[in-house]
Nanobody
Framework: VQLQASGGGLVQSGGALRLSCAAS????????MAWFRQAPGKEREFVAC????????YYADSVKGRFTISRDNAKKTVYLQMNSLKPEDTAVYYC??????????????????WGQGTQVTVSS
């Protein structure tokens, strides 16, 4: 199983970025794909997730209305469109897959496959 995250970078406050996570080796049925982020000195936190089968999405309150998670079945890729970025969004962003496991979608422990992370820096 491989998850390859990309798309991070430096952007000014109020700007936008789109992250991508290309997945391979997964059985996509019953699969939830998620984005987490980790800022320096902080715990890794849930950002958003999507059910690969039916497209159901779920967001952390801190990003609701600004971020949108989506998927492309043909490309086996999950995206995170981030708009109206704030300095507090600065973090390393990780994509993850639960591999079909059950569990609350906002918990780190639900996910057993992780990408390598991509840095997002928002300047004020």
């Amino acid at each position: 199983v491989q998850l390859q995250a990309s798309g991070g970078g430096l952007v000014q406050s109020g700007g936008a970025l789109r992250l991508s996570c290309a997945a391979s080796g997964l059985a996509f049925s019953n699969n939830i794909m998620a984005w987490f982020r980790q800022a320096p000195g902080k715990e890794r936190e849930f950002v958003a997730c999507i059910n690969w089968s039916d497209g159901t999405t779920y967001y952390a309150d801190s990003v609701k209305g600004r971020f949108t998670i989506s998927r492309d079945n043909a490309k086996k890729t999950v995206y995170l469109q981030m708009n109206s970025l704030k300095p507090e969004d600065t973090a390393v962003y990780y994509c993850a897959s639960n591999g079909g496991n059950s569990g609350a979608p906002y918990r780190r422990q639900t996910y057993n496959y992780w990408g390598q992370g991509t840095q997002v820096t928002v300047s004020s």
